[in-house]
């Protein structure tokens, strides 16, 4: 008896597994063609990259004879994973979408327009300030003595392009705190006390995530800390405002 299945729960099981199948199905055919597309236009993706150098007078060159081909191939498939990102998480939500409850799927539909726009923000800012400034700090080393810069394609691709995905994902966590205080897993009140500890955190997070060098380090730190008090105050106003209503 107990090793009977029910056919019914059986056939729903299976048509949710092949509903899984079809959207993961989707989200990698769309990875394959974004990444080929950024492989056969790799010198616009390389013209991308370079924007960033511009008015430094700095030339990029390879060293090996396949780090050219093997930098854009790694380009290639990091972009269309970042391409294909919002479709998977398009495709997430809608297979879990039956299963949420009215106010589950508000948070489900808020969070899943919030993401997108906060790794842009993040990559944004970090291609457009932080990287210019960085690069221009690098370059300072240079004056003064015999030692000249010269980069190569591969190191300034792999820089530029870990500081945009650190960038994108570390100005997730101030959507991920505030849906915590939102939801009461952990209260503004503790969150406050623990600010030093907190100020310490978005350092060490700011250090893993970046390139191994402090001026990277500093200008997505000091963002994230400002970010983090806007999200507490953005808490704050949300929290009196709820009590209000329920008032």
Known sequence: MTGRKDPENSGEYTEHLEVLRRKILSVLLFFFFSAVLLFLFSEHTAAFLLAPLEGLGVSLYYFRPYEK??????????????????????????????????????????????????????????????????????????????????????EYASFLFSLLLAAGVFFQVPLLLLALLLLGIVSLDSVVRLRPWMILLIGLAAALLTPPDVVSQVLLGVPMYLLFELTLFAARLLLRRRRDGSG
Not at 100 to 124: C, H, T, W
Request: charged share 10%; aromatic share 16%; hydrophobic share 60%.
């Open 69 to 154: 081909l093997l930098t854009y191939m790694r380009l290639a498939f990091w972009g269309g994973i970042v391409l294909a990102s919002p479709l998977a998480l398009v495709q997430c939500c809608l297979f879990v979408w039956p299963a949420l409850r009215r106010n589950e799927a508000k948070f489900l539909l808020m969070g899943g327009g919030v993401v997108p726009v906060l790794f842009a923000a993040g990559a944004a800012f970090a291609y457009r300030v932080m990287a210019p400034l960085a690069l221009r700090f690098f370059l300072s080393f240079s004056e003064g003595d015999n030692i000249l810069p010269l980069w190569g394609f591969g």
